[in-house]
């Protein structure tokens, strides 16, 4: 059973406007959460985390947000550039299990120019 | 070289060949993995190597054999594989602290499309 979910397999967005990648998981003792970004051929890249003692995390443009009694992030992106377009995954992963992360399956963000 | 590095980036081989992956890591780290991607799945964990110490094997298929030599590289060697295992397979590094539960966060490699006719 899947314990990381990404509902929607793609998004659309205008440039300039506000992206937001959703996840949720079913496992409530994951405390570590990330996102990653992958472009066609090439391997996911790390873009940002947030562990569970925390409710919102920022890094310039890219903003992740954790709702732990809804079982719930979401990344935020803003403004969005089209360089922005990739695969998003969100990870999880539970302090007890050390190196084991669970992935979601992936949304697709076109960011139209 | 920087990252995480795999070879063959694609590899096409029968059901009866056997072939090897390899991945190298330039990051330092001491503990690698290798992970599976088919369509539309997630992520999987296949192998974990911990301090050159294989952790975790998520119950993979013996035609898939990884090998740890030293931190730095990882091998997936493969044999009599099946049309259903063609998929990208990626490795990983990160750093993980002795003793510590916490999993830190994992650099990927660019991956290796495996396509097995």
């Known amino acids: 059973d899947q314990q990381v979910k990404q509902n929607s397999p793609s998004l659309s967005v205008q440039e300039g406007r506000i992206s937001i990648l959703n996840c949720d998981y079913t496992n409530s003792m994951f405390d570590y959460f990330l996102w990653y970004k992958k472009y066609p051929a090439e391997g996911p890249t790390f873009l940002i985390s947030?562990?569970?003692?925390?409710d919102k995390n920022e890094d310039g443009r890219f903003t992740v947000f954790l709702n732990k009694s809804a079982k719930h992030l979401s990344l935020h992106i803003v403004p969005s550039q089209p360089g922005d377009s990739a695969v998003y995954f969100c990870a999880a992963s539970a302090s007890n299990t050390g190196n084991q992360f669970y992935f979601g399956t992936g949304t697709s963000l076109t960011v139209i120019p | 070289e920087t990252g995480v590095t795999q070879t063959p980036r694609h590899l096409v081989m029968g059901m009866t060949n056997k072939k090897s992956l390899k991945c190298e890591q330039h990051?330092?780290?001491?503990?690698m993995y290798w992970y599976k991607q088919s369509a539309k799945k997630p992520l999987e964990l296949m192998f974990v190597?911990?301090?050159?110490?294989?952790?975790e094997n998520n119950s993979v298929p013996s035609r898939f054999s990884p090998e740890c030599p030293n931190s730095s590289h990882l091998f997936l060697h493969l044999h009599t594989l099946q049309p259903e295992d063609s998929a990208l397979y990626l490795c990983a590094s990160s750093q993980e602290l002795a003793g510590g539960p916490i999993a830190e966060t994992q650099y990927f490699g660019p991956g290796t499309r495996l396509l097995v006719l």
């Open positions: 947030i562990s569970s003692i925390k």
């Open positions: 990051l330092g780290h001491n503990a």
């Open positions: 190597y911990n301090f050159k110490e294989q952790t």
